[in-house]
């Protein structure tokens, strides 16, 4: 197979990241190199051991506000429903994108050399209090039927965290399918979430 003369470390990374989550941490440098279209000694230019190369490939996604950063934005304009079907995708995308690095990478006890940084759950303190501000926003403005906006903020992170998880851990992509999942979870959330037609200045009260 030809190889490319150069290869960015992203690059390696990328083909890195892939290899090892299909094979493990029993996947080689060789397995990589094939992947990326060089030769093993490229790798080793940027890495200098297999240990390295995995937890660079496995390193922390940034999540800060990853979730949340069009809902500031989003208040007042648009659909509401269809603002929360999308930040459940988002949220269900990167659960999906991280968990597999975090389950990796924490089954795989390095050498100590090098203090790595494992991929950790998302912190979703501030992803939450950006979604419960929106709906917060949304209800003062008559766009969602007030209450307590923490519940649906709440019901919203968990369902999709829960439901991408349990696809992860299960292996079980093939058997469900997610955009339907969560548009039926946003169409029964909204049921609850939907403002009343009739205001209350319109009757009279």
Do not use: C
């Not at 060089?38 to 190369?53: D, G, R, V, W, Y």
């Not at 519940?151 to 999709?160: D, E, G, M, S, W």
């Amino acid at each position: 197979m030809a190889r490319t003369a150069t290869i960015s470390k992203f690059q390696i990374l990328e083909a890195a990241r892939l290899v090892f989550l299909e094979r493990g941490f029993s996947a080689t440098a060789v397995d990589v190199a094939n992947r990326a279209g060089i030769s093993s000694a490229s790798i080793f230019k940027h890495f200098p051991t297999k240990e390295a190369l995995f937890f660079a490939a496995m390193e922390p996604l940034p999540h800060e506000h990853i979730w949340t950063p069009q809902l500031e934005a989003a208040t007042g304009h648009g659909d509401p429903a269809a603002d929360l079907l999308n930040i459940a995708q988002s949220i269900a995308d990167y659960t999906r994108q991280v968990l597999p690095r975090m389950m990796l990478s924490r089954s795989v006890k390095h050498s100590g050399e090098t203090p790595y940084e494992l991929p950790s759950p998302p912190d979703i303190l501030a992803d939450f209090a950006a979604i419960s501000s929106y709906i917060a926003r949304e209800m003062a403005l008559g766009r969602i039927r007030r209450g307590d906006p923490t519940i649906p903020a709440l019901t919203l992170i968990h369902t999709a965290v829960g439901f991408s998880m349990s696809l992860t851990l299960q292996n079980a992509a093939e058997l469900m399918d997610t955009q339907h999942f969560l548009a039926d979870f946003i169409a029964l959330l909204w049921r609850s979430l939907e403002p009343s037609k009739i205001e209350p200045s319109e009757k009279g009260i």
